[in-house]
């Protein structure tokens, strides 16, 4: 049973009607207000606590759909049962299409009243119903977004910290002469940089599922090349990247492989050279899928033999290649190397 406590508002100018009505209403515990016209029903409905509307379709000035229209114009307005004549069953239909919750055939039968107050309890619930959907949804959304404000902070701390982490190592490779030292500090630098720079795009980003990659490796690069040059090596990397937006996953592996691949072209490529240039491209094969190519005019390797330094870079971008669900290719050129993967976006 529904909350006696519930206010109707019923707009009709049939006198005896609304008495009949009146007297049901308060049997059953509902509060009964009474307007005449539409006027007198919008002041009603003004002055607040009206919790359902039965309209009738003929009134003194226009009809309710007229009325039902302005009804509906309004914020949070109560729900419309509308009350109709037996034979105007097509009224009927045009108030529930113009947003009335139910509808109601006048009659002189001893139905009607049954028939009436059923509509409204259940024009109550249907509005109840709503009510709480529309709350749970709202709710829903507030945590949605607590969440992603969350995740975004989340993101941001793990970058500054790995932004410092970089800048540590890069401080000691200021305290060392060996070179080889040297190297390895700049090669654990880049790879840090390469995930902070997708965590630095997240946070600064409304999507935090994806980065877009031209931007992404264009900012990479331009640190590689600076923390290779810090560290004494003199090629200039070059990059050539298609708009494509890829997932946050993808995107570190892709990164992590890029870094790994310039930073072994400036350190091998051009070992016994003054200078050189290493060319970075992401280009869209086809609609799903993209190559990633790293060449240089360097000494050259096919990807056959023991890979110099200790290894540890080749086998991080077989696994990154991997992760792509991708592998990696090698090809001599005359002069220099290029490595080459394709993996879905």
Not at 20 to 25: D, H
Not at 276 to 282: M, P
Not at 291 to 309: F, S, T
Not at 321 to 334: D, F, K, V, W
Request: hydrophobic share 45%.
């Amino acid at each position: 049973m529904l909350n006696h406590q519930h206010r109707i508002l019923y707009i009709d100018d049939d006198v005896t009607l609304v008495r009949l009505l009146q007297k049901a209403a308060t049997r059953r515990g509902y509060e009964f207000v009474h307007a005449a016209n539409a006027e007198e029903g919008i002041a009603l409905l003004e002055q607040g606590n009206i919790d359902v509307i039965a309209l009738d379709h003929h009134l003194p000035t226009g009809t309710g759909l007229e009325l039902l229209s302005s009804l509906n114009k309004r914020n949070h307005a109560p729900p419309v049962v509308y009350v109709t004549g037996s034979a105007e069953m097509s009224v009927a239909v045009s108030a529930l299409k113009a947003g009335a919750s139910d509808y109601v055939a006048k009659t002189v039968s001893e139905d009607f009243s049954e028939l009436f107050f059923s509509a409204i309890e259940q024009a109550l619930v249907r509005a109840r119903l709503t009510r709480e959907k529309d709350r749970a949804e709202q709710e829903v959304r507030e945590a949605r977004d607590r969440a992603e404000l969350l995740l975004s902070e989340v993101n941001h701390r793990v970058g500054n910290s790995l932004s410092l982490v970089a800048a540590l190592v890069r401080m000691q490779m200021t305290t060392v002469t060996d070179p080889a030292a040297i190297d390895a500090l700049a090669e654990t630098q880049a790879r840090i940089i390469a995930i902070a720079g997708v965590h630095r795009r997240l946070y600064t980003s409304n999507n935090v599922g994806s980065v877009n990659a031209d931007e992404y490796l264009a900012a990479l690069v331009e640190e590689l090349d600076t923390t290779m040059r810090s560290a004494g090596h003199t090629a200039v990397v070059r990059l050539q990247a298609d708009h494509m937006m890829i997932n946050t996953d993808k995107a570190v592996s892709l990164g992590v492989a890029v870094t790994e691949l310039v930073t072994n072209a400036f350190i091998y490529a051009y070992e016994t050279c003054a200078f050189g240039e290493i060319r970075v491209r992401l280009v869209r094969a086809a609609e799903s899928t993209a190559v990633l190519v790293v060449e240089d005019d360097g000494i050259g390797w096919n990807g056959e033999g023991a890979a110099k330094g200790t290894g540890l870079g080749s086998k991080i971008i077989k696994a990154m290649a991997t992760t792509l669900g991708s592998r990696i290719q090698y090809e001599t050129m005359t002069p220099g190397t290029r490595a080459s993967l394709e993996f879905r976006l």
